[in-house]
């Protein structure tokens, strides 16, 4: 059985950083492609970044490109989202999901992020 659980979340101020953790336990994490989604109330969810099964290629969505990094330790079968210069819009239930076969799969209960004007 495959889990998924974030870390990290909580309050923070307009301008500051967070940084997301996503540990996978279960099946192999090194071959999957990782992502992290957002969900914001009233709105649907909504892609941030992913990054393939090496690190060696990264996407992010245009809202968050050049603030936010994605990264992975596959030693440690974790999956990481660094926020930097986090806005008010960056309010939202952060996911991670594993990718297989172009589909996400497996989600993690979310963490929290709420960024204060």
């Known amino acids: 059985q495959v889990q998924l659980v974030e870390s990290g979340g909580g309050l923070v101020q307009a301008g500051g950083s967070l940084r997301l953790s996503c540990v996978v336990s279960?099946?192999?994490?090194?071959?999957?492609?990782m992502g992290w989604f957002r969900q914001a109330p009233g709105k649907e969810r909504e892609f941030v970044a992913n990054?393939?099964?090496?690190?060696?290629?990264?996407y992010y969505a245009d809202s968050v490109k050049g603030r936010f990094t994605i990264s992975r330790d596959n030693a440690k079968n974790t999956v990481y989202l660094q926020m930097n210069s986090l806005k008010p819009e960056d309010t939202a239930v952060y996911y991670c999901?594993?990718?297989?076969?172009?589909?996400?799969?497996?989600w993690g209960q979310g963490t929290q992020v709420t960024v204060s004007s």
């Open positions: 990054i393939n099964w090496s690190g060696g290629s990264t």
């Open positions: 999901a594993r990718r297989e076969q172009g589909e996400y799969d497996y």
């Open positions: 279960g099946r192999t994490f090194t071959t999957y492609t």
